[in-house]
């Protein structure tokens, strides 16, 4: 089946502007994740969702950032009046409720939104 | 805190054996995951430990001590494309989640 879809695949815009990124996650995963990955680091936890609703935004930097998963499925990280310091890539995931498997609690990434912010 | 360390990067022969380590020290443990990373690409999942001991799976292993908080990726017969990142990922529950806290990766460059 298909995996974890992301787009657009890299994104350009100047400072101050706003940006969405979408998520499509693998079709019966409820959990979906977003990260942010710098150069030469790992990924860095933003935002996870459990249905619809957030149930840990403990990663997001400020107020600037916000996602949304109205229906429980796509969801789309919203970035308003972006910075240089927001250009990442912005990675997705997604995986089973986390307890149904404990012993294979995987989460499947999607390829990534290169966000460069000029 | 979170905190996980790794080794920035290692440099191993085609066929030989390497070893990864990683240290951790997170709020909260619910298995530790490695990830593979070629540039430019996603990670993708190599192997998942949730009680001590050692996890095989083909060339690759990894093993856990949870008093310790340790880890380490074995891999074996090594190949020029297991040239790449890879990911040390501590699974740290809050409520019904399982956010992953990621290490910086340690980039394993295989040499003919």
């Known amino acids: 089946g298909a995996g974890v879809s992301q787009t657009p695949s890299n994104k350009v815009t100047e400072k101050g502007k706003y940006v969405e990124l979408r998520c499509d996650p693998i079709?019966?995963?409820?959990?979906l994740y977003w990260y942010r990955q710098s150069l030469g680091q790992g990924p860095e936890f933003l935002i996870y969702?459990?249905?619809?609703?957030?149930?840990?935004d403990s990663g997001l930097p400020n107020d600037r950032f916000f996602a949304v998963r109205p229906e429980g499925s796509v969801s789309t990280l919203k970035i308003q009046r972006t910075e240089r310091g927001d250009s990442a890539v912005y990675l997705c995931?997604?995986?089973?409720?986390?307890?149904?498997?404990?012993?294979?609690?995987?989460?499947?990434f999607g390829p990534g939104t290169r966000l460069t912010v000029l | 805190g979170q905190n996980i360390d790794q080794p920035t990067e290692m440099t191993a022969t085609e066929g030989a054996i390497v070893q990864i380590n990683c240290t951790y020290q997170?709020?909260?443990?619910?298995?530790l995951f490695w990830y593979q990373q070629h540039a430019g690409e996603a990670p993708t999942f190599l192997s998942y430990?949730?009680?001590?001991g050692l996890e095989e799976k083909g060339r690759f292993s990894s093993f856990l001590s949870r008093s310790k908080g340790y880890s380490y990726l074995l891999l074996k017969e090594l190949q020029m494309k297991d040239s790449a990142s890879y990911l040390c990922a501590v699974s740290s529950p809050k409520g019904y989640g399982n956010k992953l806290v990621f290490g910086a990766g340690t980039i394993l460059r295989v040499k003919s």
């Open positions: 969702f459990q249905g619809t609703g957030a149930a840990d």
């Open positions: 430990n949730v009680l001590d």
């Open positions: 079709s019966g995963h409820t959990a």
């Open positions: 997170t709020s909260g443990f619910n298995g």
């Open positions: 995931a997604s995986s089973f409720w986390p307890y149904r498997d404990l012993l294979n609690n995987e989460q499947f």
